[in-house]
Nanobody, 128 residues
Framework: VQLVESGGGLVQTGGSLRLSCAAS????????MGWFRQAPGKEREFVAA????????FYSDPVKGRFTVSRDDAKNSVYLQMNSLKAEDPAVYYC??????????????????????WGRGTHVHVSS
């Protein structure tokens, strides 16, 4: 499985960006998908995730209400709509896949240790 992120860039505070992650392979619909980010000098942190069915979404507190994660299985893609971007949001944003998510069925929830495929990241910059 290969994951390729796109959509990063420079935006002003309060602006919006939409990140995309395209996945290879034909079992994408079985994957729980997540977004993580890592700012310079900081550890990687969880941002958002969506279950394999798309029925459940999860968000970290700093982005709740501002970011929206979605998926399109027909396009093997997951998206992160980021609105009201703040000075604390700049980071490299990574897409990740939990390829065994369907095993947990409706009880799946994101667990960083279980994401077994990762993209190379896309940079998000926010200017004041």
């Amino acid at each position: 499985v290969q994951l390729v992120e796109s959509g990063g860039g420079l935006v002003q505070t309060g602006g919006s960006l939409r990140l995309s992650c395209a996945a290879s392979g034909d079992t994408f619909s079985n994957f729980g998908m997540g977004w993580f980010r890592q700012a310079p000098g900081k550890e990687r942190e969880f941002v958002a995730a969506i279950s394999w069915s798309g029925a459940n979404t999860f968000y970290s507190d700093p982005v709740k209400g501002r970011f929206t994660v979605s998926r399109d299985d027909a396009k093997n893609s997951v998206y992160l709509q980021m609105n009201s971007l703040k000075a604390e949001d700049p980071a490299v944003y990574y897409c990740a896949a939990d390829s065994k998510a369907i095993v947990l069925g409706t009880g799946w929830a994101p667990n960083g240790a279980l994401f077994d495929y990762w993209g190379r990241g896309t940079h998000v910059h926010v200017s004041s």
